[in-house]
């Protein structure tokens, strides 16, 4: 906002600048000298701190600038040693423990074709977790690759070509860690929907837990349990996943917790605009982009050289090869 001083005050900050013009240089170039020397201390701090923090180890903390765990994600980059960076890459270590321990990431079971080794269940969960990270770490790659961008296109060229320039292992990586993440939410919320409804096998209460699926208090139980939407769903929250990180599917799970933020409520937003775009564009109203789970897909069978009916099977079998070369303590 522009203020217009009195003459009166002009006048005096015209003289008293003339009178005093010497000292005015020697007092900015202190300010700089000290405004030098706290960046110096603050780089230096976390730098020490930072260095060789193993929790550290899978939040992308070589990257210069990174995307922050606050809303929006993309308007607050931070950059490297300072202080909000080292505050984020602690956030981003909370936030990989959370995910790799949460139902929504469950690999140890005989329902998915998941990738698994013939050891004892204790020693394949150990093998499984440092897979998950080393996959959240190609998560925050992704999502850190478009700093600085906001509009949907540019964000999807620029993780593109970062997808593009990723060996087949780290594609089968992350694709099978999206898979895995996706299906974790579908399980999830159909089991949610089915809580909610066993006592009421004919609306869906708009107050209820699952009132931001944005159905219509008219659907009826069994649509509403529709595979097929669930799915739809599944779809959007994946792709929402690769573009934010995993912050958004820690937020979207744990958000509620934080009573003053409520970050649940921005991931619930965001899954709705993304169905909405995704309604839209199956009527024809817009254009849309393919999911990027499609191009890691697309990618990985390109490098491969195999199609995408047959990709799974070396996909997993990359993976099952890694796990069995892990050093575990």
């Known amino acids: 906002m522009n203020v217009r001083m009195p003459s009166d005050l002009c006048y ?10 010497s000292d005015a240089l020697h007092h900015l170039t202190f ?39 606050r809303l929006p994600p993309r308007d607050n980059p931070v950059r490297a040693l300072s202080y909000p960076w080292l505050s984020e890459l ?34 394949l969960q150990c093998r499984l977790d440092l897979f998950k990270r080393k996959a959240f770490l190609l998560l925050y ?17 620029r993780q593109s070509l970062f997808l593009d320039n990723l060996s087949t292992h780290e594609l089968a990586t992350l694709g099978i860690m999206v898979e895995v993440i996706g299906q974790g939410y579908f399980t999830l919320t159909k089991a949610l929907l089915f809580s909610e409804h066993r006592n009421n096998d004919v609306l869906l209460a708009s107050i209820s837990e699952s009132s ?15 595979d097929n939407w669930i799915r739809e769903c599944m779809c959007v929250f994946e792709d929402l996943t ?40 199956e009527l024809g109203y817009t254009m849309s982009f393919a999911s990027l789970q499609s191009v890691v897909w697309r990618i990985f069978c390109k490098k491969a050289n195999c199609s995408l009916q047959d990709s799974w099977t070396p996909a997993k079998a990359m993976i099952e090869a890694e796990l069995v070369q892990y050093k575990i303590d």
């Open 12 to 21: 005096f900050c015209q003289r008293f600048m003339a009178a005093h013009l």
């Open 212 to 226: 931001y699926f944005y159905s219509p208090n008219s659907v009826p139980y069994n649509d509403t349990m529709n």
């Open 31 to 69: 300010v700089q000298s000290f405004h030098s020397l706290l960046r110096r201390y603050e780089k230096s701090i976390t730098r020490r701190v930072s260095y060789n923090d193993q929790r550290l180890a899978y939040t992308n903390n070589d990257e210069l600038i990174i995307l922050s765990s």
């Open 242 to 281: 690769q573009r934010h990180g995993p912050y958004f599917a820690w937020a979207y799970l744990a958000g509620s917790d934080d009573i003053t933020r409520r970050l649940d409520l921005w991931a619930r937003s965001e899954l709705k605009q993304g169905l909405d775009d995704m309604n839209a564009f």
């Open 141 to 157: 790659r992704l999502a850190d690759c478009a700093v600085g961008l906001d509009r949907t296109g540019n964000i999807r060229a």
């Open 90 to 123: 602690r956030c981003r270590s909370t936030i990989i423990d959370f995910l790799a321990n949460h139902n929504i990431t469950q690999m140890v079971d005989h329902t998915n074709d998941w990738p698994t080794l013939d050891v004892p269940k204790a020693e």
